[in-house]
């Protein structure tokens, strides 16, 4: 059982990071010696704001990602997950890693649209495109806005695969369409789940479904026919690595089909987020978990080497690889995930091919 510092009266719960580091981006930064509180409410409200991109599916280039195309209807999450390496990109947006990341969310109203534009062209080729990626498409606000829904609307009406992965139990809302698109093998759903510690799980992923709902959702999914895994992501050597046998024992019995994990990794200004986060909540055990995850990545607490990034280096990388590959002899063996139907969606693209 871990044993959390409690909160003094700056520590702003339901947010994972604790401060804003400066964006990279800018030229200029105010710094002062003063120690002066931030004039920040604990709970700071989140802003929404409306942005129309141009484009939304976007190519993924990458070795060790298990996609070739992304859809993140929203940039910026309010999960607030402390150890997110998507919080870096929100530097392109003029905003900060830290509290802005969670607190700042930008809504890509426009999203269902450019994806069905992008589709239809004659230059698309039919690949299966992920729903996240980057950030959670069924955080908190997607139970309004109902963008995720939309898109996945659109791969029902012209039988596209997709798949999605989320630590939100909203995804049930949306059973309706997951059940058809599951008939013609077109959707694989994971769900990401960092601990079965209920204390633990609201310091570092403070406004994501608690685990009940997860491992809920996960059952749920199963009962309905729709191919559900589990992302057992980041493994945080030191934190949360001695419960991969029983959150892989558990979830395999309500029926998840295939376990996969993450090493943390803790790139740019997200070293500097989760460094403040530990040290306020784990004082006493924040440098041994530090050194871990350094260890796992030569010697730095971030890593960007492709093929190395996600499965880290060295004996505690090693012993995770270690336990995850039993945890799936012992309790995934036999069980298999459908193969994408990829042949479906130029007949509905083009109702003249259905002729022949």
């Not at 997951?178 to 204390?199: G, P, Y």
Request: charged fraction near 25%.
């Amino acid at each position: 059982m871990e044993h959390f510092e409690t909160p003094n009266e700056t520590y702003k719960k339901g947010r994972g990071a604790q401060f804003n580091p400066s964006n990279r981006f800018e030229k200029l930064a105010y710094e002062t010696e003063l120690d002066i509180p931030q004039l920040e409410p604990e709970n700071s409200r989140t802003e929404y704001i409306k942005v129309f991109p141009k484009t939304m599916i976007n190519n993924v280039k990458s070795t060790d990602l298990p996609m070739d195309y992304s859809v993140n209807p929203y940039q910026g999450c309010e999960h607030g997950c402390v150890y997110c390496y998507a919080r870096n990109t929100h530097n392109y947006w003029g905003y900060s890693a830290g509290t802005d990341f969670e607190s700042k969310i930008l809504i890509k109203q426009n999203a269902a649209k450019l994806v069905e534009e992008k589709i239809k062209s004659s230059t698309w080729k039919v690949s299966p495109i992920m729903l996240s990626g980057n950030t959670d498409c069924y955080q908190p606000i997607e139970r309004k806005m109902e963008i995720t829904r939309e898109i996945l609307g659109v791969m029902l009406r012209y039988r596209h695969p997709v798949s999605i992965i989320t630590k939100n139990s909203l995804v049930l809302r949306d059973l309706d369409l997951l059940e058809k698109l599951a008939q013609d093998r077109l959707v694989q759903v994971a769900i990401s789940v960092t601990s079965l510690n209920e204390d633990l799980r609201r310091r570092l992923e403070p406004r994501t479904s608690s685990i009940h709902s997860r491992l809920h959702a996960i059952e749920k999914l199963a009962s309905r026919k729709i191919p559900v895994s589990v992302m057992f992501a980041p493994v945080i050597p030191g934190l949360n690595d001695h419960e991969i046998l029983k959150l892989a024992e558990y979830t395999s019995r309500l029926g998840a089909l295939s376990f996969g994990y993450t090493v943390v990794r803790l790139n740019g200004d997200v070293g500097k987020i989760f460094e403040d986060w530990i040290h306020k909540n784990l004082p006493n055990r924040a440098e041994k978990i530090l050194s871990r995850i350094k260890e796992m990545h030569g010697g730095q607490l971030g890593d960007s080497r492709f093929d190395e990034r996600m499965r880290g280096e060295g004996k505690f990388a090693q012993l995770i690889r270690q336990q995850v590959l039993l945890a799936r002899k012992m309790f995934f063996e036999g069980k298999e995930t459908h193969t994408f139907n990829l042949d479906l969606f130029e007949k509905m693209r083009n109702p003249q091919l259905s002729l022949f």
